[in-house]
């Protein structure tokens, strides 16, 4: 009956939004956000367009970095050029950014300040080094009083080769898309947010990152130790990378 009672309401989600208009509209400096872009806008069938600086963030990325800065201090937003499509005449944007600074880049605080997203749903998705999906969505929220800033998507930008497989999922579970998914398995053998596998996680890291350094007293124990650091900083890395995953996706507290 569950099972049912939850395929009717994706059958309505879907039909609702088949009736209404999406534009996927996306800032890329690198192209990675734009394959992610493309990737939304083919599940999704919708319009697409790119925004564009009317000076250009060129150079390598420490000369992009440093601009982005200047901007972000000085409050001087980038000049864009005009878009084509009219935000008006959608009821769903999708909107994707890299994360520039633990936010959205600079060119979207350009578009926030200048358009209109009053009633409008906004679904903000986002390619990053180190995360920034949950901070990014809470600037959108701020910015953007008046539109419906809905649940995101954020992906690495080493692992974008994935993002077609979970986009899939997102824009299902979600409601943009037909179709079921599979439950995914819960980690550690837990439900996702469960305290124990939290409290586990944080253990772990504060054991691996206090590790005591001892003296060196002979070469053969220096490579027992060196071998030892290095299985730990593997351990740490993974550890952290599984934290910082539940914590992008909602399922446990920062």
Sequence with gaps: MKKLLLS?????????????KVLV????????????????????GADLEAIEAVEPYTGNFQETMQRGQREMKSGQTP???????????????????????GTYAMPIATLVKQQSF?????????TFGSGGLNTSTEALKKALP?????????????????????IDRFL???????????????????????????????????????SPRHTLDSRQAHHARRHRLQVHRQEWRRVHHHLRYRRERGWCQA
């Design 172 to 210: 299902k579970e979600n409601g943009y898309k037909k179709g079921t998914v599979k439950k995914l398995p819960p980690l550690f053998g837990t439900k996702a947010c469960d305290q124990r596998g939290e409290s586990h996680l944080r253990y772990r890291l504060l054991q691996l990152s206090v």
């Design 79 to 101: 000049a864009l050029k005009p878009l084509k499509k009219k935000i008006a005449d959608y009821d769903i944007i999708f909107l994707g950014y890299p994360i520039w600074f």
């Design 25 to 44: 509209l996306y800032y890329s400096e690198t192209g990675t956000t734009k394959t992610v872009a493309l990737e939304m806008q083919k599940q999704l």
């Design 118 to 126: 009053a009633g409008k749903k906004v679904v903000p998705f986002c």
């Design 146 to 166: 008046k539109a419906q800033i809905q649940t995101g998507y954020g992906v690495r930008t080493a692992r974008v080769a994935a993002a077609p497989k979970e």
């Design 8 to 20: 009717l309401v994706a059958m309505v989600a879907a039909t609702t939004l088949s009736a209404q």
